[in-house]
Antibody
């Protein structure tokens, strides 16, 4: 079955960097777009980024543009989110989610998330 | 970017009630609108895609409608397991995606 497992979260100081990973299995990774979505404690969902199935395009929310970079390693079936210049408002549970196709932006399924806390 | 306005932010309802949640976008997105359900401590789950298509395995009491800028999620005959938070999401081609603010459905 399809599995998405996020890792790499933790406590980090403001201004520092962190890289999240999303290990996948159960499907042909390079056929699907992949997304990152985050949820601050007690708040709603915020879409963060997408990378198309072939890596040819990335899009970002304005709140992270220029600081976050999404990438994928098809040889490892793994999605990444490099987060630089972290701020307190980046504190959230970060989910990875598979697109239902190469670039349809319909998210199914989702991982269980990894928690990032930005604090001094 | 496309702005999302979801309403209400919360509602109280009883088992068996018909519940309607609306989502409005700042520009026309055709039918590129999806709905998700999230229960406490769990990841979101896709309910409706393409404004009105029911995701496999989702009960038929859930339905979606709308196109352009105005969309609706309806739950016909609310069940105990439906008490959750619901989010709309626009998936218009080539643009950054976005979610609505969410609607929490709780027990009256």
């Amino acid at each position: 079955q399809v599995q998405l497992v996020e890792s790499g979260g933790g406590v980090v100081q403001p201004g520092r960097s962190l890289r999240l990973s999303c290990a996948t299995s159960g499907f042909t990774f390079n056929h699907y777009g992949m997304h990152w979505v985050r949820q601050a404690p007690g708040k709603g969902l915020e879409w963060v980024a997408v990378i198309w199935h072939d890596g040819s395009k990335e899009l970002y929310a304005d709140s992270v543009k220029g600081r976050f970079t999404v990438s994928r390693d098809d040889s490892k079936n793994t999605l990444y989110l490099q987060m630089n210049s972290l701020r307190g408002e980046d504190t959230a549970l970060y989910y990875c989610a598979r697109d239902v196709g190469p670039k349809f932006y319909i998210l199914n399924p989702w991982g269980q998330g990894t928690l990032v806390t930005v604090s001094s | 970017d496309i702005q999302m306005t979801q309403s209400p932010s919360s509602l109280s309802a009883s088992v068996g009630d018909r519940v309607t949640i609306t989502c409005r976008t700042s520009q026309s997105i055709s039918n590129s609108l999806n709905w998700y359900q999230q229960k406490p401590g769990k990841a979101p789950n896709l309910l409706i895609y393409g404004a009105s298509s029911l995701q496999s395995g989702v009960p038929s009491r859930f339905s979606g409608s709308g196109s352009g800028t105005d969309f609706t999620l309806t739950i016909s005959g609310l069940q105990p397991e439906d008490f959750a938070t619901y989010y709309c999401q626009q998936s218009y081609s080539g643009l950054p995606s976005a979610f609505g603010q969410g609607t929490k459905v709780d027990i009256k």
